[in-house]
């Protein structure tokens, strides 16, 4: 069974950070591209982040640029992002998300968890 669960999210002033984790199980992590999406109440779901199946290659949504870093630990099948010099306009729900095009596409999404920035 695929799980791909979220956590660290939470309620941060402007210019605080945040650490989110995805914890994932069921599949093969390391065959998988792994990516970050938020979505924004009212908003489409936009791409975060992605990092590639052993972590070398990487890429940012422009809007995060410079303040968010995507990484994995394949050795522990969890992903992160780690979220700096946080804006009021990355208020959103976080969600993983993982891909394949080994063996047949596949995609898998996770829950999500809920980040506020805030006063």
């Known amino acids: 069974q695929v799980q791909l669960v979220e956590s660290g999210g939470g309620l941060v002033q402007p210019g605080g950070s945040l650490r989110l984790s995805c914890a994932a199980s069921?599949?093969?992590?390391?065959?998988?591209?792994m990516s970050w999406y938020r979505q924004a109440p009212g908003k489409e779901r936009e791409l975060v982040a992605v990092?590639?199946?052993?972590?070398?290659?990487?890429n940012y949504g422009d809007s995060v640029k410079g303040r968010f870093t995507i990484s994995r630990d394949n050795r522990k099948n969890t992903m992160y992002l780690q979220m700096n010099s946080l804006k009021p306009e990355d208020t959103a729900v976080y969600y993983c998300?993982?891909?394949?095009?080994?063996?047949?596409?596949?995609?898998?999404w996770g829950q999500g968890t809920q980040v506020t920035v805030s006063s």
């Open positions: 998300n993982a891909h394949t095009v080994v063996g047949g596409t596949r995609m898998y």
């Open positions: 069921g599949f093969t992590f390391s065959s998988y591209a």
């Open positions: 990092i590639s199946g052993f972590g070398a290659s990487t």
